[in-house]
């Protein structure tokens, strides 16, 4: 797929994402993407609607670009979805083997759509070996980022041109729905 082909849907982590982040850098590189903003800052439930309020509202099928609480957000969107959600690329998620800002603990079921995880050994919010789990649980494919704490600005990756890249590969193999 083509980035003229989906929307790409842009979930920040609960800090939401500074100029600096990659996801806001991302978020003004890539045409067709945008923001989640959620509807109730510190509400799981309603932050998960927000996500899925804007897949269901889309006019292409869906990207989502997560990142630390943001992927809480949008897996719990999953069973409040309309439309289609084409793949997920999952950066930094927190580890929620106990419930965190009003999020339950993940499912463990397989997800409806390809996706990637991609985690830290060293994030200070999410246990490598959790995201290892869960990205098996979920049949992700699983991106090992070494010792490069929350994957985000404050850990040295503003631009973060090699998760570009691959979330350019994994766009470039997602199937045309």
Do not use: C
Not at 37 to 46: I, K, L
Not at 65 to 81: D, M, N, S, T, Y
Not at 147 to 171: A, C, N, R, V, Y
Request: aromatic letters at 8%; glycine letters at 10%; proline letters at 9%.
């Amino acid at each position: 797929m083509r980035v003229s082909e989906v929307d790409i849907l842009i979930v920040p982590g609960a800090d939401g994402a500074s100029e600096q982040h990659w996801q806001s850098r991302w978020e003004a590189k890539l045409p067709t993407a945008s923001r989640v903003v959620p509807a109730g800052a510190g509400d799981a439930e309603a932050w998960s609607r927000s996500v899925a309020d804007a897949v269901n509202a889309a006019t292409r099928p869906s990207v989502i670009v997560a990142h630390a609480l943001g992927v809480a957000a949008a897996v719990g969107a999953i069973p409040q979805l309309t439309k289609p959600v084409v793949g997920a690329f999952f950066v930094a998620p927190v580890d929620l083997s106990e419930p965190r800002a009003g999020f339950p603990a993940y499912s463990n079921d397989p997800l409806p759509f390809p996706s990637i995880v991609v985690a830290s050994r060293n994030d200070p919010a999410g246990a490598f070996e959790a995201a290892e789990d869960i990205a098996a649980s979920w049949g992700s494919l699983f991106i090992d980022a070494g010792e490069s704490g929350g994957i985000d600005h404050q850990s040295g990756h503003g631009p973060w041109p090699e998760g570009l890249l691959t979330f350019g590969k994994f766009l470039s193999r997602l199937p045309a729905s």
